[in-house]
């Protein structure tokens, strides 16, 4: 008997009977009755049917004691078990991906095929989602051994890598799903989602444009920009940026799902209304998501608890992923060895568990030294836990330090664990949510004129809302040597060390206008990647900046990691901030720096960060444009008035002294009153209302 190869079609076993030919169409070898060789076939098939039985009996009872429910027949599927799955599969490695002909064309399966595939595709899910990885392989590749051309299977088995991060092999598998159907979106989605994760973004960029004109959604095309923005690739911005701001304004109108997130809409010109509404959208939808689990969990009951009296000591808990080495994580270390202990118990509530980031490096254990509790949520399973943990804790303020960004646990907040909760500095925006009572501003930053886009009230510290820890971080430290860089000595250098994706055509625009303006200055930038500075040098050529040759305009220089950074920017005589998302730990680093600069508010208090830092450090009037026209006289009245610019950077330095913004010890206090006028309303029944830290505490 010889087993029939994939490609071949019928039974999946033959006879082969062999004939001895010698020369004459006579043949005298011994002959079998046709009916003796009928029985003996039906004889041997019989065994093979035992054996094999008793093969799959074997593989299954060692997994589990009831048997699979996996339909096959073998006389049918051309089933080849391995070995090694035989001995012990939890050790088995999942198999390489088949040599499937992938030849586009209508796959027809039967209603029973279809049910079959159904089937192992749901026994697959379930055992992987009950953490037996090889027990799930294995049935998806019993259906691939019987039906290879199934883009089902093909494309849960792509699942099966994406889901243990093996993106590469997942990546194969949804290939060839979508070569079996090559106009099933979702397929091709995936082999997107797997070439982000490999980190070759612009390899999906055929794919978004491809759906893109299959569907035209709004999803699809916010992938598609903000990867070729990433890269600073600005083909075809004005439409599409025109089209995300149509379509997310009509998806709120109909009060659809809104594909946009509150972080990417912060960088995008809308307005603050619509501001309110994406956030909301999104908070909602993170509500509904809870109102899912909880329909399995229980609802917590927690039980409103008699506030406490005046003078003793309250809770107050910092939540975050972010309490390590990050941008929040290194502006908040110090602060809390600063709090007063004897009337506040600190508790930091990580929801890092250490997978991503580390939570245990050296801002993880100068957070945990400082505060009074350290408190690991990653570690409770389920929303509810976490919250009644946070309850359970008497937890009295809590702030949640994440809001829309990565990893944010928004989740806790929905459940309401604390009588008072606030959002701070993870992103500066309003959550949109009902159950978070305020947001902690600034009268700069968020003014009261706009506290009608605010779901929260604003809780206004008296400088700005925004911590920055360098007194105790980075020493005041002279310039590096610009020939260090092979920067010119003898130019005034505009810079910006902002995130690339936040820079767009309308502003490089103008920093061109400023320069053409500034003949004796040059624009530094950062370099993020190869691809980021080729295409704005293009762009920059476009606009007939000079580039190349010996006297360019514009220069790139890549970061730096550690203090050495300070004063590297240092080396620079203007910052020209980013309009509708402000660089903020950026600004705070540029002005620690010694280096003034031009910013130009909006609406939102993601664009008004940097004028509120402007503000404490003592040059508002100089440094704060009230349009684009302002913004580029201001930069270059700094670049042709020697003696404004002396005054100014005077007073920028010597604001990192005594000035309010990088005052730590003079923050936390000012922070500990807003605590005490939320809770003081809290104590006498008060709803929450817009409250404001006067005066000042050194």
């Not at 991060?165 to 979508?178: C, L, M, P």
Request: with cysteine; net charge neutral.
């Amino acid at each position: 008997y010889k087993r029939r190869e994939p490609h071949q079609q019928g039974v999946g076993f033959q006879m082969k009977t062999r004939r001895h030919h010698h020369g004459s169409s006579h043949d005298d070898s011994p002959k079998l009755s046709s009916r003796k060789l009928i029985g003996i076939a039906c004889l041997a098939l019989g065994v093979m049917y035992c054996a094999l039985l008793f093969r799959v009996y074997k593989y299954v009872t060692l997994i589990e004691p009831d048997p699979l429910p996996v339909i096959f027949n073998p006389l049918k599927a051309e089933i080849v078990l391995p070995s090694n799955l035989l001995g012990h599969p939890r050790t088995v490695s999942p198999p390489v991906a088949p040599q499937v002909d992938v030849t586009p064309q209508n796959v027809v399966f039967t209603p029973e095929q279809e049910q079959e595939i159904d089937r192992l595709v749901e026994d697959s899910n379930r055992y992987k989602g009950e953490g037996k990885w090889n027990e799930s392989i294995y049935l998806l590749d019993l259906g691939l051994s019987k039906y290879p051309r199934s883009d089902k299977l093909n494309l849960f088995k792509g699942g099966w890598y994406f889901d243990k991060g093996e993106f590469a092999n997942a990546e194969k598998f949804y290939r060839i799903a979508s070569e079996l159907r090559p106009n099933e979106i979702v397929y091709l989605m995936n082999i997107a989602l797997c070439l982000n994760q490999q980190q070759k973004q612009l390899e999906a960029v055929p794919i978004y444009e491809r759906v893109y004109a299959m569907r035209g959604d709004l999803n699809t095309l916010l992938s598609l920009a903000e990867t070729l923005w990433k890269f600073n690739n600005w083909t075809n911005h004005d439409r599409y940026l025109s089209d995300i701001l149509s379509e997310t304004r009509k998806q709120i109108s109909e009060n659809k799902h809104v594909n946009i997130n509150s972080f990417t809409a912060l960088h995008y010109p809308f307005t603050i209304a619509d501001l309110q509404s994406i956030a909301a959208a999104s908070s909602h939808a993170t509500r509904r998501e809870v109102q899912k689990k909880l329909a399995r969990l229980g609802v917590p009951e927690f039980q409103v608890r008699t506030p406490k009296p005046k003078g003793e000591k309250l809770k107050i808990g910092y939540l975050s992923y972010d309490l390590h080495q990050h941008a929040v994580g290194v502006q908040i270390q110090s602060m809390f060895a600063m709090h007063n202990k004897s009337r506040y118990h600190i508790i930091a509530y990580s929801v890092n568990d250490g997978k991503k980031a580390s939570n245990n490096d050296y801002v993880s254990q100068k957070i945990k030294a400082g505060v009074t509790e350290w408190i690991d949520l990653s570690v409770y399973s389920n929303v509810k836990e976490a919250a009644q943990r946070i309850y359970e804790d008497s937890c009295d303020i809590l702030l949640d330090l994440g809001l829309f960004t990565a990893y944010n646990r928004m989740d806790i907040f929905t459940l309401r664990p604390a009588p008072i909760q606030a959002a701070w500095l993870g992103l500066a925006t309003t959550t949109g949510a009902e159950w978070m009572d305020y947001v902690i501003g600034d009268p700069v930053a968020s003014p009261l004129k706009y506290a009608p886009w605010y779901t929260e009230k604003i809780a206004m510290m008296p400088h700005s809302y925004h911590i920055f820890d360098h007194k105790q971080s980075y020493s005041i430290r002279p310039a590096f040597d610009r020939k260090t860089y092979n920067l010119p000595e003898d130019k005034f250098i505009f810079c910006n060390h902002a995130n690339n994706i936040r820079l767009n055509p309308e502003l490089f625009d103008h920093w061109v206008s400023i320069l053409g303006k500034t003949p004796n200055a040059v624009l530094l930038m950062k370099h993020f990647n190869e691809i980021s500075t080729e295409n704005i040098k293009k762009y920059a050529r476009e606009k007939k900046l000079r580039v190349d040759g010996p006297n360019p305009q514009l220069f790139f220089v890549a970061g730096i990691g550690n203090a050495d950074h300070i004063p590297m920017k240092s080396m620079c005589d203007l910052y020209l901030d980013i309009h509708w998302y402000n660089g903020h730990s950026t600004s705070g680093d540029m002005l620690w720096a010694g280096v003034p600069m031009v910013t130009y508010p909006a609406e939102s208090m993601a664009s008004r960060a940097a004028a509120s830092f402007s503000t404490s450090s003592g040059a508002p009037k100089e440094m704060i444009a009230e349009s684009w026209e302002d913004y580029e006289n201001k930069a270059v009245t700094f670049a042709t008035d020697p003696v404004l610019y002396k005054r100014v950077r005077a007073t920028v330095e010597q604001a990192r002294v005594d000035g309010p913004l990088f005052d730590t010890p003079r923050f936390v206090r000012n922070m500990e009153r807003l605590f005490d006028l939320m809770y003081d309303r809290h104590r006498r029944g008060l709803k929450p209302d817009h409250l404001l830290v006067e005066g000042d505490t050194y």
